[in-house]
């Protein structure tokens, strides 16, 4: 397959294409780290954040048994670390996709599914930190809403690249529009200054075997191997895709088993079966 495309490829590729600079609340989120009362006010303030993200809070998924009503509530039961991820979730999907809502709910509401699938498996295999599994999750694709600004087919063009037989899914997105949208997720990714291994994962994420080898550390490669597994339950390949099966789960998963100790059968079955529970059977509540 390519090598992928060049510096100038992607600047041809992009142009007329606005990436969104980083949000001042996620700038002074980042800036405060450590200083919770900080962080604290800092969401407070956002009137439309607060709402939304106590919303978030109060849903199934979290199952906090009473109704939480501030943001320090919020914080104190769930720590600083799940409350800033969530802001990261609502600011993300404010910042690309403000004119295209309607269009681009049902990619939001997978993204939140694979954040949430990542973070369950990395709470159940003790393997990943579950935090830093739910950021990677909610960024792995966010390249897609930037490309759709440009390309209004771009639905089509996710159909027909994951519909390829043999699992290559950004090589065949390339041979299309010349750009994929992992590449274009991890131009994002560098300029909010994500962390590297968040931005490794995105850049990578449909890389297969190779980019699991590639991977600079192990750490890097457990959270690279998450998202992909995340992704394979969250069934991300009927859900944007139309399509039934994967093709491209069947290029990793001997790597990804591999990684979480889970050659047997019946220890994958488990560990899908507690995600689906604690995770699918509640998106809808």
């Known amino acids: 397959m390519s090598s992928g495309p060049t510096a100038e490829d992607i600047k041809d590729a992009l142009r007329g294409v606005v990436i969104p600079p980083k949000p001042q609340i996620l700038i002074d989120i980042q800036k405060a780290a450590g200083d919770t009362v900080k962080i604290v006010d800092l969401i407070s303030k956002d009137t439309g954040v607060s709402a939304s993200l106590l919303k978030i809070v109060n849903s199934p998924f979290y199952g906090l048994g009473s109704k939480v009503t501030s943001i320090q509530k919020a914080v104190m039961l769930l720590g600083v670390d799940a409350v800033t991820n969530i802001v990261n979730a609502l600011i993300l999907r404010s910042s690309l996709s403000a004119e295209l809502e309607e269009q681009m709910s049902e990619f939001w509401d997978t993204s939140m599914d694979v954040a ?37 087919n771009y639905p089509d063009i996710i159909k027909q690249s994951y519909a390829d037989p ?23 990714c560098r300029l909010w200054n994500m962390d590297d291994r968040i931005s490794f994962v995105v850049r990578h994420h449909h890389g297969g075997k190779k980019a699991i080898k590639k991977a600079p550390d192990e750490e890097t490669k457990r959270l690279l191997a998450c998202i992909i597994l995340a992704e394979h339950f969250a069934e991300l390949f009927k859900m944007l895709a139309k399509q039934d099966k994967s093709f491209a789960w069947k290029r990793v998963k001997k790597y990804i088993k591999q990684t979480f100790n889970l050659e047997e059968k019946e220890d994958y079955m488990n560990l899908k079966d507690d995600v689906i529970e604690a995770v699918f059977n509640l998106s809808d509540g």
């Open 166 to 188: 043999d699992g290559y899914v950004i090589e065949t997105e390339r041979q299309l529009i010349t750009v994929d949208h992992a590449i274009v997720g991890y131009k994002l």
């Open 116 to 152: 949430r699938a990542a973070q369950k498996i990395a709470e159940k295999t003790g393997l990943v930190n579950p935090e830093e599994a739910y950021t990677a999750g909610l960024f792995h694709n966010c390249g897609i809403p930037v490309l759709i600004q440009k390309h209004k």
